[in-house]
């Protein structure tokens, strides 16, 4: 809220120039997108040296499992934002625990990697709930979603 009164603050015509769902958005691609390129910067490192992963018994799916993971982390950190939003806003305070648990088993699924269906398949199922739920919170109906998951 105090955000919002800051941006009336400095507008012209004294409305706040962006709908909190925008912000809630805007703020986690934000989020999502610093996370992408943190990791990133580090699997590229990796991939440097000294040595090359997948030399001398590890995964050759090394590389390619973790930009499916970084790709499902920025596309989670955009629902989160959506979803703790959401949350502050409505003061319900469940919906912000909800996506700090997400964020606890998605990153704790990681550990699971030499096993990748055991990271990326519940990450995914994950975030599909997740992107759900956000499309519901944003004003979304279950019929256009429905809809949608039918091609209809």
């Avoid at 809220?1 to 805007?26: F, H, N, T, W």
């Avoid at 390129?37 to 001398?56: K, Q």
């Avoid at 970084?70 to 989670?76: A, R, Y």
């Amino acid at each position: 809220r105090k955000a919002i009164e800051g941006l009336v603050a400095l507008s012209e015509d004294g409305c706040s120039p962006i709908s909190i769902q925008q912000m809630a958005y805007v703020a986690g691609v934000g989020f999502g997108l610093m996370s992408g390129a943190f990791s990133m910067i580090n699997l590229l490192a990796d991939a440097l040296g000294p040595g090359t992963v997948g030399i001398h018994g590890d995964s050759q799916l090394y590389f390619l499992t973790s930009a499916f993971m970084t790709m499902v982390l920025i596309f989670l950190h955009t629902f989160w934002g959506i979803l703790f939003f959401h949350g502050c806003e409505h003061r319900r305070w469940w919906e912000i625990a909800a996506v700090v648990v997400m964020h606890l088993a998605v990153s704790g699924s990681t550990f699971c990697n030499p096993l990748y269906v055991g990271s990326l398949v519940p990450s995914y199922l994950l975030m599909a709930a997740a992107a759900a739920w956000a499309y519901l919170l944003s004003g979304g109906s279950a019929q256009n979603l429905r809809r949608f998951l039918l091609c209809k």
